[in-house]
T-cell receptor
Framework: KQEVTQIPAALSVPEGENLVLNCSFT??????LQWFRQDPGKGLTSLLL?????REQTSGRLNASLDKSSGRSTLYIAASQPGDSATYLC??????????FGQGTTLQVKP | DARVTQTPRHKVTEMGQEVTMRCQPI?????VFWYRQTMMQGLELLAY????????DSGMPKDRFSAEMPDATLATLKIQPSEPRDSAVYFC??????????????FGPGTRLLVL
């Protein structure tokens, strides 16, 4: 049974810092891995999707890496800004297509 | 055991036909989300409602997609006319809609759509 874990659960950093969010999964036979952002009261916003054949994806200040063999993905945020404050979720599809989410990391970037 | 329900669970249709998907959110939840999932694009937010009013539908192709909440117990997503590229699983999710919090969204089982 696939399980997805995210650490840390919460993170507070000063503006301008580079930071790394971690996601681990127990079954390495994944099709893809997706990182989302969740703002209070809003829907999930897709940030990056990495196919199983890829090792990383970049979008602006965000870089996501995938290491299937070790069951890990990281989301790197460069030069963090207060607007980056949100909850970040990673998810992988199960073999039935249902998305399995981690618990999320709540990020606070202080001005 | 409160849960989000979606109908139909599966739909096969021909290109050009109208498709209507329905969602019943958990009683008492005032926020409803519509997502589309494909293996290539992952999960994408199409639209969401708060107290039946649309708050954001920027992720939805406006020319063929429409989302409504006729009442608090029913949300609909329509595609007219449908195209093969619309083939995906469409998920509805509901939540309590507390603006100041990030909270759990409860997902329905999805509608698997195939447009031939």
């Amino acid at each position: 049974k696939q399980e997805v874990t995210q650490i840390p659960a919460a993170l507070s950093v000063p503006e301008g810092e580079n930071l790394v969010l971690n996601c681990s999964f127990t079954d390495s036979a994944i099709y893809n891995l997706q990182w989302f952002r969740q703002d209070p009261g809003k829907g999930l916003t897709s940030l990056l999707l990495i196919q199983s054949s890829q090792r990383e994806q970049t979008s602006g200040r965000l870089n996501a890496s995938l290491d299937k063999s070790s069951g890990r993905s990281t989301l790197y945020i460069a030069a963090s800004q207060p607007g980056d404050s949100a909850t970040y979720l990673c998810a992988v599809p199960s073999n039935t297509g249902k998305l399995i989410f981690g618990q999320g990391t709540t990020l606070q970037v202080k001005p | 055991d409160a849960r989000v329900t979606q109908t139909p669970r599966h739909k096969v249709t021909e290109m050009g036909q109208e498709v209507t998907m329905r969602c019943q959110p958990i009683l008492g939840h005032n926020t409803v989300f519509w997502y589309r999932q494909t293996m290539m694009q992952g999960l994408e937010l199409l639209a969401y409602f708060r107290n039946r009013a649309p708050l954001d539908d920027s992720g939805m192709p406006k020319d063929r997609f429409s989302a409504e909440m006729p009442d608090a117990t029913l949300a609909t997503l329509k595609i007219q006319p449908s195209e093969p590229r619309d083939s995906a699983v469409y998920f509805c999710a509901s939540g309590l809609g507390r603006d100041a919090e990030t909270e759990t969204q409860y997902f329905g089982p999805g509608t698997r759509l195939l447009v031939l």
